[in-house]
């Protein structure tokens, strides 16, 4: 699939993009990474909307997640199928969870301390199946100063062709066309927290989170090369 193809065009494949945004050359080449407040240092990444190319998949999720608007794409770095754990799976549209495997059993209900919908890209844990129904759990964790919990738990059933093991993500590189602050705040306006974005050295090691590091460790030479 090229760079301009629309996500989502293949049934039951969930597509994710992740965004290595560089500045400088040689020995004085950046990398930029933002401080989560709860997951730690991260890469730009996120889930390909539905009939969204993964190119402006990666463009939104740059422009969401650090507020760059003067930003170019070098190029389309990598891509890779992921594997997740027999019991994971990932959700492929938003949806209610439902208190039952009946279609039309009650939906789970909305309080002020948990938010029972399904978000696509959401990763999840099947715990049981029947008919056309999978029962799932979503824990969302944090890293809070007394140490990692989970700050959101829910359990319900859903469509079963409302979730994939089909995963695929692509690597871009991409650069600002404008000059930058060394660090800034940005607003993630859907969850009301505050990224703390800042450049590192490209060769270094950002401690990004355990995942994120492989995939640096992966392209670290190639993006020098780009």
């Known amino acids: 699939m090229g760079a301009g193809a629309p996500g989502g065009a293949r049934r039951g494949v969930l597509e994710k993009v992740t965004a290595f ?10 990398l930029l990474v933002f401080r989560h407040p709860t997951a730690g240092i991260q890469l730009p990444a996120g889930t390909v909307e539905a ?65 029972p ?14 008919g056309n129904a999978v029962q799932v759990v979503y824990e969302e964790s944090g890293l809070l100063p007394n140490g990692a919990a989970v700050i959101r738990f829910v359990e319900g059933w859903i469509d079963a062709d409302a979730v994939t093991q089909a995963i695929e993500r692509h690597f871009f590189h991409l650069t600002p066309t404008a000059p930058t602050p060394e660090k800034w705040v940005q607003s993630a306006e859907e969850k009301g927290q505050e990224f703390q974005l800042y450049w590192t050295p490209l060769a270094g090691d950002p401690d990004l989170i355990p995942l994120q590091a492989v995939w640096l460790a992966e392209f670290q030479e190639r993006l020098r090369r780009s």
């Open 21 to 30: 945004i560089t500045r400088g050359e040689g020995a004085a080449q950046e």
């Open 51 to 115: 009939e969204e190319s993964v190119e402006t998949a990666a463009l939104r999720e740059v422009r969401e997640e650090t507020g760059l608007i003067d930003i170019a794409v070098i190029a389309r770095i990598g891509f890779r199928p992921e594997t997740l754990e027999p019991a994971q799976r990932m959700v492929l549209r938003d949806a209610p969870l439902r208190q039952a495997p009946d279609p039309d059993a009650p939906h789970l209900e909305y309080n002020s301390r948990v938010d």
């Open 117 to 130: 919908r399904l978000r696509r890209g959401y990763t999840v844990r099947q715990t049981a199946a029947q």
